[in-house]
């Protein structure tokens, strides 16, 4: 992530981990992270993201990032940008 402009000092896992992720984490405010471990959890988590108010994340093969910005991320990291509110 940092090579896409986003600095991540540290880590911080989440115990236990965000709903329906294998693993997750935090980089400060507005950097979030998690991993899946299987489409079944990961679709759980974008059916629930639409109700939590996050207005876009990057959406992998098996994970997502919330952050400030999405689409400099999308260029380093692929996946999709999912627009979830206003």
Do not use: I
């Given at each position: 992530m940092e090579n896409a ?82």
């Open positions: 402009g986003l600095r991540c000092p540290e880590l911080v896992l989440d115990t236990p981990p965000a709903k329906f992720a294998a693993s997750s984490g935090s980089c400060g405010e507005f950097l979030f992270l998690a991993a899946y471990s299987s489409d079944k959890y990961l679709q759980s988590q974008l059916d629930f993201v639409g109700t939590a108010g996050q207005k876009a994340m990057n959406v992998g093969k098996n994970w997502t990032v919330v952050s400030e910005d999405p689409e400099r991320l999308q260029k380093h990291l692929g996946g999709t940008v999912l627009h979830t509110g206003p």
